[in-house]
């Protein structure tokens, strides 16, 4: 599988967590300019590229306006060979949804959206710093269905400060009832120069501590499962289901994981356009300068407008392969892996493999390696040691 990403480097504000390249509207308001690179850039690529998957993602592409995104999704279509496309995702903020963007969205072709809910807790959503509020994410997530999305995923944070246990439960239960078909349930990161990371250092917020996380995050987890989800990777779940994709009569799809991160796991290739996106192809990894104004100089220019070229060596490739479909529970099926990779797991890093075996942490089943149960929360270190 090949998967295409879409940066939209534009967010009505700065979420107060988020280290993601974005501008908001005072810093930058030529909206034209930028969908006018885009349109240049998605114009470079190969002519025989026909990814399996589409990801709009940001910064906040429903922070454009409905003439905007179809003029996007114009582009799209005109330079992309889309035939083979099974899923085209958007991401989208509650706080910027209309019924006209999201028809303009699903007449354009978007057949899944991802919401960045985040959280039902008012009190969280402020600390946060998002531009909505809990009434606004449930009302963006009906006007969704209205508008004919039946692939939606739900984005909830776990281990906000201030949420007790039962909070962080009724935030899953919420999720459980409105029933979207996937859900990413990510830990909050402190990243470094954020808002949220100063009050933390500061002293002003108190993250929970490591046990207090993994009994919510075990809780929340068997509350979905209960609920009918599938734990298909650490941070996600999807309902299963059978049905046929709208417009196409070849693919099918079994259940509602998200195709485009599993390309990712799976260590698929893809391009990725716009200011930040990074792609990789054909063992090369680059990464467009995370600078909206010097994006669109290059690209104006007709220079391109990324830096720097990583070649990775076929052992690095199977390495990081292997870390990234290790975060699949189903594991990683080692004869795929290595007819992708050219390695056997077990010839790449077989001694720390075996002792992590030994200590619990990774399980062996028929042609499989999977983390243990008891080893989700404690994930990085056992990736560590095999990188
Ligand atoms: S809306 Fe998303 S990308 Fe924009 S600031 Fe908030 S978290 Fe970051």
Known sequence: ?????????????????????????????????????LDVELGRLPADFAPD???????????????????????IRRHINLSNVVEFSSEANPGTLTPEKLAAMRDGGINRVSIGVQSFNDKALRLLGRIHESQEAIDGYYMLREAGFDNVNIDLIQSIPGMTPADILADARMLADLGPEHVSYYNLIYEPGTPMTHDRDAGRISPPGDDEEADNYFAVKALLEEAGYGHYEISNF???????????????????????????????????????????????????????????????????????????????????????????????????????????????????????????LLQRGENRLALSPEALFVCNAVFSELV
Request: net charge negative; charged share 30%; proline share 4%.
């Open 1 to 37: 599988m090949t998967g295409l990403y879409i940066h939209v480097p534009l967010c009505i504000s700065r979420c107060r967590y988020c280290d993601f390249y974005k501008m908001t509207p005072d810093e930058w308001d030529n909206v034209a300019l930028f969908l006018h690179c």
């Open 53 to 75: 998957t589409v990801f709009i993602g940001g910064g906040t592409p429903t922070a454009l306006e409905p003439a905007d995104y179809a003029k996007m999704l114009e582009s």
């Open 238 to 360: 999807a309902k299963n289901r059978t049905r046929r994709e709208a417009g196409s009569e070849r693919r099918q799809r079994s259940d509602n994981r998200c195709l485009h991160n599993v390309l990712y796991w799976q260590g698929g290739e893809y391009f990725g356009c716009g200011p930040s996106a990074h792609s990789h192809w054909r063992g090369r990894r680059f990464g467009n300068i995370p600078d909206l104004q010097a994006y669109c100089d290059r690209l104006q220019r007709d220079e391109r407008p990324f830096d720097e070229v990583e070649t990775l060596s076929f052992e690095e490739k199977a390495r990081e392969t292997l870390v990234m479909w290790l975060r699949m529970t189903e594991g990683v099926d080692l004869a795929r892996f290595e007819s992708l990779t050219g390695h056997h797991a077990d010839a790449l890093c077989g001694d720390a493999i075996k002792s992590m075996e030994e200590e619990g």
